[in-house]
């Protein structure tokens, strides 16, 4: 028997997540929110439970987490969350839809989401807390670290390695062999033909430095 599941968040990713759970046939127990106006509804048909403070009423072995906090640029918020809840004691569920294509070898962190259509190759390392998000691809050999976000689209080529905080914008591209380092920005639509060091953000075709980031 799974154990039931409480979600935390309330946005797009939340609505995509509470889809990819009901395709698992996945118990659900409802759903947390920092927004109070939402406090004793549904959202997405999921009962409102309050703020992350209504997990008080659990202890951490009657339900998994699932981090529905998403990324547009920055993995501040998922990443915060995250690491207060967990030392609380509380685990988290990794989410993979069923059209997902996962090498038997690859390794997948605590709650990793890899959403639909995405494609993670022999050798592939996920570090916890990260999304792989709808149809990325993501080949042989690469190693992504600890709360990043392989937005919709991206193209990981084989030994590519990204650091932990980093996001990787919608479609963009990277070429085999690079390194991205830890809490970079990618932009969309970027192809990266070089490494990209720690704090930097890059766009365009061929990718070039913007400024780093705070």
Not at 29 to 53: I, K, M, P, Y
Not at 79 to 104: D, M, N, T, Y
């Amino acid at each position: 028997m799974t154990t039931p599941i409480i979600v935390l968040g309330s946005g797009g990713h939340a609505r995509v997540v509470l889809d990819v759970l009901r395709l698992l046939g996945r118990e659900i127990v409802g759903l947390t929110t920092e927004d109070r106006a939402l406090f004793g509804s549904d959202v997405f048909g999921c009962r409102v439970l309050g703020s992350d403070e209504a997990l008080a009423a659990y202890a951490p072995e009657q339900v998994r987490l699932v981090n529905a906090i998403g990324s547009a640029h920055s993995m501040d918020a998922r990443k915060s969350l995250f690491e207060k809840i967990r030392a609380r004691g509380f685990a988290f569920a990794q989410v993979i839809h069923p059209s997902a294509i996962i090498a038997r070898d690859a390794v997948l962190g605590e709650g990793v989401h890899v959403m639909a259509g995405a494609v993670l190759q022999p050798g592939v390392s996920v570090g916890a807390n990260t999304i792989v998000n709808t149809r990325a691809s993501v080949d042989h050999d690469c190693m992504i670290g600890a709360h990043v976000h392989i937005a919709p689209g991206c193209t990981l080529s084989g030994n590519v390695s990204v650091g932990d905080d980093s996001h990787i914008g919608a479609g963009a591209t990277i070429i085999q062999g690079r390194h991205i380092g830890k809490r970079c920005l990618v932009a969309a639509g970027a192809v990266v033909i070089h490494g990209v060091m720690d704090g930097e953000r890059v766009a365009g075709v061929p990718a070039h430095r913007m400024r780093k980031r705070v």
